[in-house]
Each structure stands twice: as structure tokens, then as C-alpha cells.
């Protein structure tokens, strides 16, 4: 299925929900024909380019995204919020006379352990270490919103929380099984203490 495409310099997990400020013709349309259609879009991260102006490369993952949340600003601007639902792979992208762009998307398993009883190996010190994290101010945005029964869960949220450049982000993102997901998360922690 063909989707609208947001490309950000920011790497969204699904889970994560993210305000915009939107402000370009080709972008408040694509609001509006969300909101329309009931639908959502996909934002992705940007490997070459601007976020303003013309058509961005683009990474071939991204997040489906819904509205939840819109809004008149006092700068006069539109207000989202958006929900990262799932993950996606991009393929034949194109872009609009207006620069709007749309790919084909094909949503990617996201449960690599979802709920699962204990959680896997390893996953223990991540949620302890997110535990800690979460004790800070500012942090306290998420502290009802994890799922610590899911090693998914955990791993996204600290990729959200950790200060990782956005091509670690990506990789996390683009992690095809739990022990891979796993293992960055780590290497990144262990990175960051060392």
C-alpha cells in the first residue's frame, strides 16, 4: 500500500509520539487528507538533505504513524501529535508535483517478544538500567507508558532516552530479531559507562 511520507532528522520507535509543527503546503495538506481519509503516514528518517524544501533521501524504515492530537498554535501554525504504531520498509518512492513524497510500505514485525514470560535473557539490566532513567525529570513522560513485560518495549524506550545519534537510532530501528535489538542496545549502554 501506498503511503505519505514525512521525512524528519528525527528516528521514531513504535510507541513513541512525537509533536509537529506543521507548516508547508505539501505537509498541511497531507494532514488534512489524513484526517480525512482516517489514515496515517509514515515519517523516516532523512540520510541526505533538508527537512524544508526539496524532496530528502530518505532510510528504507521507518514508522506508520497515526493523529492523535491536532491543534491551532498561537504563532499561528498547525499542532500534531503523532503515535508511532509500527515499523515499515519503503520501497519505490516517489515524489508529487507539490514534493510530497509516497511509497509502498510494508509493515515489519514489531513483536519480537511481545509480552513475552520471563522476558528473554539479557533484558533484565536493560530494564533496570530504563527503571533508572526513569527517575529522572526528564524522563517522566514515559514512566506510564512502558510496557516492561515486553523486552520490545524496553529496548525502543531506550532508544528514545539515550543519548544516541540518530544513525544508532536508525540501526536499532532496523533490527530484524530481539537478540540483535538486544545486543545493540547493550553496546550502546556499555558505550555510554565505559
Known amino acids: 500500500m501506498r503511503f505519505a511520507l514525512f521525512p524528519l532528522n528525527t528516528v521514531l520507535f513504535p510507541g513513541s509520539v512525537l509533536p509537529l509543527q506543521i507548516f508547508e503546503q505539501r505537509y498541511l495538506t497531507l494532514v488534512k487528507d489524513c484526517l480525512k481519509q482516517q489514515e496515517g503516514f509514515i515519517i523516516v528518517l ?14 528504507s524504515v521507518g514508522c506508520y504513524v497515526e493523529i492523535i492530537d491536532w491543534e491551532s498554535l498561537p504563532n499561528g501554525l ?3 501529535s503523532v503515535k508511532a504504531r509500527h515499523r515499515v520498509r519503503l520501497s519505490g518512492s516517489s515524489v508529487r508535483d507539490d514534493g510530497l513524497m509516497f511509497a509502498e510500505a510494508e509493515a515489519l514485525q514489531d513483536g519480537i ?19 533508572e532513567l526513569l527517575k529522572h525529570p526528564f524522563a517522566a513522560r514515559y514512566r506510564d507508558a512502558i510496557d516492561f513485560d515486553s523486552c ?4 525502543y524506550r531506550l532508544g528514545e532516552l539515550l543519548p544516541l545519534d540518530n544513525r544508532q ?6 533490527a530484524e ?9 547493550s553496546l550502546h549502554i556499555n558505550a555510554l559507562q565505559a
Open 46 to 59: 532523512i540520510s541526505e538533505g533538508r527537512e524544508v524544501g526539496s524532496a530528502a533521501e530518505i532510510f
Open 78 to 80: 498547525l499542532g500534531i
Open 113 to 131: 517478544d511481545t509480552a513475552s514470560y520471563p522476558l528473554p535473557e539479557g533484558c533484565t539490566p536493560l530494564s533496570d538500567t530504563l527503571k
Open 152 to 155: 520490545t518495549d524496553i529496548c
Open 169 to 174: 537510532k536508525q540501526s536499532l530501528l532496523e
Open 177 to 185: 530479531t530481539s537478540q540483535q535489538l538486544l545486543d545493540q542496545v
